[in-house]
């Protein structure tokens, strides 16, 4: 497994696991379970109290601003830090106790990979496979050729991996994680550095791997990303839990935008702000706002309403209706801040 520098993960401290009455994640139960837990550095409040829950199965989006403790979760809860306090369980067993146990059904890209730049994509894998003490020697080439062929790395294998782009790198720690059948998959940023086509097959990778019963575990700044490939998702910034929860029920809990298409932007303008529509935006023959909740009376606002206002005052309405909330949406209305997305 890939670990925080690309070589395999082997936690400093991590002791075996005797069983001590522990037992594997339940089918339909939680693969990942933290409890409280905290990382401090110095006075430094990386990770707060957090409590997280990852159903088995799911695609699982960890999703929050470069810096919002990410990054920071994950080195806790595969073993390569310590937590300052709280408790962490992953597939059933506490981390980092149970590391030996627990890493040999976790893949992981954590951090980018980080490679042998005078050895070939081959022979990289070959050299995390051979580090790995659950390999099988006996089928390792046909491992590697068959994790290289999933990444869409089988024409750049034989090239030194000094000349590989960004993206491509990024291709062959996802390799590195797939050598072997895993339980669980945790990738911190796996799209950094691809084109859109690329980023496009490792969504579709994720979902083949998902079909396959794997669950992944995936972190992103890209809300977007999240969106389009995520089952359940959870939201951190400054080092707290927002929320957590499927990705349909998130984007569910924020109000759509009312969205108005006519020759007449102005005039429609003018009668939504009278009606109580916020935050309008007007572009050529389209007006976009927040529509209004309560009325005087603490009623819901009808928005047939206020499409025949827009009648009444001569707007010539083409359009009328709800743009679906996003998660952008979801996160603005939790955190009442925008997605700093290069913070």
């Given amino acids: 497994m890939p670990g925080t520098n690309g070589g395999p993960a082997t936690p ?5 696991d005797h069983g001590g009455g522990e037992s594997p994640a339940d089918p339909g139960g939680l693969v990942i379970e933290t409890r409280a837990l905290t990382k401090r550095y110095g006075k430094h409040l990386a990770v707060d109290r957090l409590d997280l829950g990852v159903p088995e199965g799911s695609v699982f989006g960890f999703l929050g601003p470069n810096g919002s403790g990410k990054t920071t979760t994950i ?30 059904q976790v893949g992981a890209l954590i951090e980018g990979p980080a490679l042998y730049g005078f050895l070939s994509g081959r022979d990289n894998l070959l050299r995390y496979d051979s580090a790995d003490p659950a390999a099988d020697p006996r089928t390792r080439r046909r491992r590697a050729e068959a994790a290289l062929d ?59 791997l998902a079909a396959e019963g794997t669950t992944v575990f995936l972190s ?30 998130l984007a569910a809990g924020a109000r759509g935008r009312l969205v108005v298409t006519t020759p007449d932007p102005g005039e429609a303008a003018r009668v939504l702000k009278e009606r109580g529509v916020a935050d309008l935006v007007v572009t050529e023959e389209r007006v976009t706002g927040e529509p209004p909740g309560k009325d005087a009376a603490g009623r819901d606002t009808d928005l047939a309403d206020l499409n025949a206002a827009l009648v009444a005052a001569g707007v010539r309405v083409r359009g009328f209706g709800l743009e679906r909330a996003s998660l952008e949406d979801a996160f603005v209305a939790l955190t009442g801040e925008g997605f700093d997305v290069a913070g």
Avoid: F, W
């Avoid at 400093?12 to 075996?16: D, I, L, P, V």
């Avoid at 080195?75 to 067993?93: D, F, H, K």
């Fill in 75 to 104: 080195r806790m809860l595969m073993g390569l830090i310590e937590p300052t306090s709280g408790t962490a369980r992953v597939l059933g067993r506490p981390m980092p106790r149970a590391a030996r146990t627990v890493l040999p």
């Fill in 12 to 16: 400093r401290g991590a002791e075996a």
């Fill in 220 to 249: 992103s700044h890209l809300l977007d990303e999240i969106e389009q490939v995520c089952t359940h998702a959870a939201v951190m910034t400054r080092g707290r839990l927002i929320t957590q929860g499927p990705v349909a029920d």
């Fill in 150 to 208: 999933r990444v869409g790395l089988t024409a750049a294998a034989g090239k030194k991996t000094k000349a590989y782009s960004l993206g491509m790198k990024q291709r062959l720690g996802l390799a590195a994680a797939l050598l072997q059948p895993r339980r669980l998959l945790v990738l911190d940023e796996p799209t950094n550095g691809l084109d859109p086509q690329g980023m496009r097959e490792i969504r579709t990778l994720v979902r083949e």
